[in-house]
Every structure is written in C-alpha cells, then in structure tokens.
C-alpha cells in the first residue's frame, strides 16, 4: 500500500493553484490588529491568493485556535494593499474575541475569497450604503472603485455612536456622508443628498450591506426611484461554501445559500419587488 501524503497548510495555495483548483483552509501570518472602536477591530493578515482574487462583497472565513468551535466566522473583506488582507469585525462572542486579542507575528486559519461579489461594471456614481458591520465589503468597494476614471463612490454610513469608518472611506470616496442612530438612518442620509445623486454627471448605483430591515429601507427607496440596487446579505453561516444550509434565504427564486447564491442579490432576485 503507498504511503499517504499529508500537505502541511503552508503548502496548501501552491498544490492548489498547481492542480487548478481552489485552496482550501491555511494559515497565514498575522500583519496587524487595531481597536477602530468599542468592540470593532481591524485584523489584517498575509495572502496572496485572497489579495489577488478577493472581489467586493466576497468574504473569508476565519477559524478558531480552539478545536471545540468548528465552525469559522465569515467577515467581509475590507481593504487590500499589496498581499495583505484586512477585516473588520465586532466581538460578539468567544470566537470574535479570539480574534480580537491576535497580533502581529501570530497566526490564524482562514479561507477564501468565498461567495459571489458585487457586479461593478456599469460606469455609475457607485453610492455605498453601510449600516453598522455592513462598512466592510462597501469599504472595499470604494478601494476598487478609486482605481477607475468612469465611475465613482458615494459613502452613506450610518453607524450605531462612533463613525468609525469615515477616515478609512474617505481615502477612496469621492463624498462621505454618514449619520448615527441619534441623527436618524441611512434612508434619511439618502434623501438629504437625493438631488444630487439624481442629477449628476453619472447614473446612480447604490450598493448596499448592514441589518435586513435596513437593506428592506433602502431597497424600497431604490425601487420607488428607478435606481439600480445590490444587497450583500449578512446571514448567519456554518460552513461558508454551501454545505450546511444554515445561511438559505426566500428568494423570489425559491430558497437559496446565501453564502453561495449570494451574498449579494438584487432586491428583484429577492422578491422585494412585489
């Protein structure tokens, strides 16, 4: 009988990239962790398969050094510069915790890109809507966005207290205008700068991620308006590529994976057109 052959996960991007196909989980080092806010932190790490092939709105999942929580955390991707990737989370748990304590020279499992981004083609004022931990893949929007002269970005955040994202967006929007929950919501950010989304130089496109009611809002906003709308939907996941069906959601086409399927779907796609 021949002797197995085990590839330590350091390998893992190479054998896989020889062989065609997608990597699997690895580990990777450990670039920086920084407290952006209470309970909001930036973790960025070293990958060059996720850096080069990362889109807006895809996502990696993150796993635990403890054996006992197997399941990972899927966060957005956030920024890219050179071969390092960056997330940002909440903690809201022992897993998100982990994380939050790593540091510069650890290491972590991860898994990635996953899931379908958004479709940024079109030549559009790009108008990023972000509630809360829905900055990140819009964030990364804006980074890619700055890269083109026929399109533009739009931020419209809106966060809980601290607008801790502002100066991160600012560096690749052309506008940003955020509002906290004691000011109001998004849909009120989107009607104080209505006139001139509607009537500049390039056509709308809002793309958009944060809590369901708060998509619902802005999707019902878009309709009422004609303006093209991409939702990247947060869902609670366990696997992250399409085998555990924790994270199915109702579309107008039947119920479907989230982490496949989407994230990111078109209010039409969801039925929320009716």
Known sequence: MANATFIPTFDVTAEASRAGRFPG????????????????????????????HA?????V??????PTRLMPRP??????????????????GKGTEEFSH??????????????????????????LVAGGLGVPPLLYAAQKLALRDD??????????DERFADDLVAKYAERVESITNAQGNVVDLLNS????????????????CGPMPMMRAVASWALARGIPCQLSLEARMGCGY???????????????KVCVAGPVFTPEQLGWDK
């Open 25 to 52: 989980r690895r580990t990777v080092p450990v670039v920086d962790n920084r407290r952006l806010s209470d309970g909001i932190y930036r973790l960025t790490f070293r990958d060059s398969y996720i850096a080069g």
């Open 55 to 59: 889109k807006p709105a895809q996502f």
């Open 193 to 208: 700068i209505e006139d001139s989304l509607i009537h500049g130089d390039l056509p709308p496109v809002i793309l958009s």
């Open 75 to 92: 966060f957005g991707v956030s920024e890219v510069e050179g071969d390092d990737v960056s997330l940002i989370f909440a903690v809201v």
């Open 102 to 127: 790593l540091a510069a020279g650890d290491t972590v499992d991860v898994m990635g890109p996953l899931g379908k981004g958004f479709d940024m083609k079109a030549p559009a004022n790009y108008v």
């Open 151 to 160: 399109a533009t970005a739009t931020a419209a955040f809106g966060y809980r």
């Open 242 to 256: 399409g085998t555990c069906y924790v994270c199915v959601v109702d579309t107008a086409a039947g119920r479907q």
């Open 61 to 66: 999942d993150v796993y635990s050094a403890d």
